[in-house]
């Protein structure tokens, strides 16, 4: 049975196998047939062509062309002309075939049994297949074509006319190219220009205000809609038609401009918009492969939008006059609504947002690029400076402080220049480039300044969680769950912070974007040198008319750059950006803002690698050694700076200087590691200017140890006070508090006192150890003398127990280290015998035992290595020696008459000089120290140098004649 059952089985398999196998060589036999049938059908199609009549071949390129078929039987694929069918039929033998005459015919015929957006389609489509016909036809029947074309383009306008919103929808149901051929459209408009004006200005409009209504950054109507408007507005007339838009009229705040202009759309989507901060929520738990992916995508998104939005507007602006002035208009008033953002204080909800104004001031640095990147020699005179306060296209504020004319000069000016130009034109490079600085500083570089005091808000926040963590460790019970309930909410708000700082950095860190920005300010330093004239001595009137902010903006992006991303700057561009502060950091004639030219040296300073600051950049670190950038400049003008930052008219000038002064200190140290700046501050130490440049040094180090000391004193004080509890709570509760503030601030102050004070002494002891003979003219070697004999007075012996505070390195304060670098001075300057003189002649700090005792501090505290060691000890010595021969002199010259005492200091006078404006005497040594600090007559305030001085050789006769006389007295006795 089980056996039958098989063979049936495999029977009937056999059998089913055999069918299908026949069935499929009678399908593939089939298919051959019809292929073969195909292939003849073909073949017979082409040999037809080949002996088709002219006539038929005009018939076949209109049915080509409009898809039709006068066959009803044959017209699968086209459209059947059921009427012209017809009428063909009533012709003549010869003329039954399509023709040129029967294109319009046609057209209404095909048209009539269609709708909406199916008409603009097929006529676009018809429009694109004469195209066709041409490449394979050449100019054979151009004829034809060109009638074709003609009444396609009659009939696709009136359609439009007709039916404006078939043409719309097609637009919103079209992504990123516009619905109609290009060639068409053109033609369309050149035809029915005057009729389709107030439609077109119409569907521009409706684009922008659905790209506006795109809250969405990354969306595909937001850049379907950048696209077709880059199309459309390559029309001429489509962009003419915008022209009499009283959009372009709109006047108002930032925040109005922004929300109610028509151009406004195209510069909304930005960094700021949801769904690109969206991409750094939880930042913390973030991958690096995450941020940088997402950097990729959003930095590709704000190129495509900012591109288009320049090709968009420069597609307007070639449109017509018209077109332009509107658009550098619109510019304009945008800047002007927003120039409360450069004020400290402002209302955020009248100004434009930060993304919106990134764009803006973004599109116009392309408008710039053309001629920042020129080769040409005169692109600089193609700049009208007379524009900022010429133009009417944007407010100027005449108060702002310019770079080196007085309010009076530059008000004078002013009425001259405006009554001498009259209504004055200006070419568009000068247009762009004022509106793209003014932009810029209402915008971008606003933003960065913000972008500063959110880090440091941030660095806070980290420092305020680090301390909550410490406490809560110390705490139990329901106080420590409020700690971490309190301490939650804070990282809460710390993960917003890094949020915003990522979505931040994906526009401010662009490479693309940084490269711009350096390229247009290099520019600004070139052309600004251009102004100044490079290498004169008198300074043009359109540079020091200029205002401050252009150079301020300059320095603030760089700042930025170097600070945040200093490996995404061009090292060119920085070599030749370079090579334009040097040349200002000096120049207080060109630039009579000291504390403007100091930000100079702050750029500097941030392109040397610091090791306070955990800098390691050193890609930049070879322009400092290139003999070309800064060769004899960049030393002179730092020690100029230093001098002239004793004032600079701000309010905080007296304590501002000290920053300044010592980010000099550090670029002067490091540059004194490469010889040709050796050879430079050698040369320099020759100069008067270096003489002026130590007495300030002078000055600061004995303020800041001074104060230093002072504060450190207080804090002990005030520390000890405390430890007695008893002793403290018995106080006033209001004694307590004062105190209590009183030590906060003395605490906040030295750290600062002592990390000046510790530059300073450093850069005292670095150029004296290199450059001594300078520090040892009259009127410093005495002050010097006296400086170290103070302070060495208060580091060793019983009043350094006034200055030992509990955890001195939380002040930067290390005693040893002062003391070993106060020694090591001494050492630099024992060989002189002046210098020698003049530590003992202080009446003040100088005591013999106090040098002997240091001696035993050195060798016990290995202050420094015994070889320096015993050469202090000679020095001891030798002072020894000295001040036993002073004490002696002094007995032999008492009772000195008044007459021969300087009137200021009481000391016997060796070199008496007259001060004409008061024609009072002086000794040279002191009227000459107090020029160094005031260029004026200490008795009467007038003008006063010493090169006015007038010796009194008379009375220095008698005064010599006088010691003469004295000595020999006490001789002969």
Known sequence: MVNSTLSSNLTSKITSETSNLSSKKDFEEKNRETSTEKTVEKTKKIEEKKHQSKEEKIESIIQFVFKVSTDKENAKDSHYLRLLEGEINQRSENERHLNENDVDSILIEVLTQMSGTEILKYLNRSYQNISTVRTKEGNSFNELLEGCERSIVSQTGLTIQDEPLILMEMIENQHYSFPLDNNLFSSVLSTFEEDLQPFLSQIFTQILQKLGATREMIDLNVSSSLSILNSISSFPIFSKSLSNSKDFETEGNGRFLQMNSLLSPLFIHSFESNDVSNRFLNPTKLTQSHVVESYLVVRREFNYLQNNAFQIIKNLIKSDEKMKNNCLNWFGRVISGNKMRTKSQFEVSQCSTNGFLVNLSTVLLKFCGPFINSSEENTFN???????????????????????????????????????????????????????????????????????????????????????????????????????????????????????????????????????????????????????????????????????????????????????????????????????????????????????????????????????????????????????????QLVPALFQLYVNIESTGRNHQFYEKFEVRRRIGIILKQLREYEMHQLTIKKQSESPLFVRFINLLLNDCQYLLDEMLVRLTEIKETESAMEDQAGWMALDETVRNDRWEKLQQNSNTVKSFCVLANQNIDLFNFLSFHTKKPFMVKELVDRIAQMLNYFINHLTGSKSLDLKVKDPSRFFFDPRYLLRKLIEIYLNFAEFDEFVQEVVNDGRSFGMQKFKQIIVTLRKNHLLPEENIIQFANFVDRIERISKEIDKEQEDLDDIPDEYLDPLFGTLMRDPVILPGSNTTMDRQWIIKHLLNSSTDPFNRLPLSSDMLIPNDKLREEIEGWIVSKKTKKTQV
């Open 382 to 632: 193609k700049i009208d400076s007379r524009y900022l306060y010429l133009n009417t296209r944007m407010k100027t504020d005449e108060e702002e402080s310019k770079f080196s004319i007085s309010l009076e000069d530059f008000n004078k000016y002013l009425k001259e220049l405006r009554e001498e130009s009259g209504s004055t034109s200006f070419s568009f490079i000068t247009e762009v480039f004022f509106l793209t600085l003014h932009s810029l500083h209402i915008g971008t570089i606003q933003v960065i300044s913000q972008y500063n005091s959110f880090i440091q808000n941030v660095a806070k926040m980290q420092q305020k969680k680090k301390e909550m963590e410490r406490n809560v460790n110390q705490m139990n019970g329901p106080q420590r769950d409020l700690m971490l309930s309190i301490l939650k909410n804070h990282e809460l708000s710390l993960e917003k912070m890094y949020t915003t700082k990522l979505t931040l950095d994906s526009q401010l860190m662009d490479g693309n974007f940084l490269d711009s920005m350096l390229q247009f300010y290099v520019f600004v330093g070139n052309w600004l040198l251009f102004l100044k004239g490079n290498g004169e001595e008198s300074v043009s009137v359109a540079f020091s008319t200029l205002p401050e902010f252009i150079l301020e903006d300059l320095i603030d992006f760089v700042s930025f750059g170097l600070r945040y991303c200093p490996e995404k700057l061009n090292v060119v561009m920085m070599a030749n950006l370079l090579e334009i502060i040097i040349p200002m950091i000096g120049s207080s004639e060109s630039i009579k803002n000291h504390w403007l030219r100091s930000r100079l040296v702050q750029v500097i300073y941030e392109m040397l690698p610091q090791e306070e600051n955990g800098s390691q950049t050193t890609q930049f670190l070879s322009l400092f050694t290139n003999n070309r950038i800064g060769k004899g």
